[in-house]
């Protein structure tokens, strides 16, 4: 069984950086053919991607937020992160991370979101 669980602060001022940690128990992040990816969803809004990083290192990301996000990860820890720069409040939301099947977006694994607020 998979397991992800995100962590990070649930509160962020405008302009900061979002930093949020996925770790994942039961698989590992550098296993074919999985991707691993951060998902958002503001209140009253769907599902929107984000980014993802692959079992080998590669990242791709959603291009209206490419400038502002990394994903990286730390094999030794079988983790991966997400940072977002200058937030602003539109982008309060609950964030997720998930396993994906190649680029399928077949999302079989999912933590269990965490809350983020952006707010002075």
């Known amino acids: 069984q998979v397991q992800l669980q995100e962590s990070g602060p649930g509160l962020v001022k405008p302009s900061q950086t979002l930093s949020l940690t996925c770790t994942v128990a039961g698989g590992s992040i550098t296993t074919s053919v999985y991707y691993w990816s951060w998902i958002r969803q503001p209140p009253g809004k769907g599902l929107e991607w984000m980014g993802v990083?692959?079992?080998?290192?590669?990242?791709y990301y959603n291009p209206s937020l490419k400038s502002r996000t990394s994903i990286s990860r730390d094999t030794s820890k079988n983790q991966f992160s997400l940072q977002l720069s200058s937030v602003t409040p539109e982008e309060t939301a609950v964030y997720y991370c998930?396993?994906?099947?190649?680029?399928?977006?077949?999302?079989?694994?999912w933590g269990q979101g965490t809350q983020v607020t952006v707010s002075s």
């Open positions: 998930a396993r994906d099947w190649t680029a399928t977006t077949w999302y079989e694994y």
């Open positions: 990083i692959t079992y080998d290192g590669i990242t």
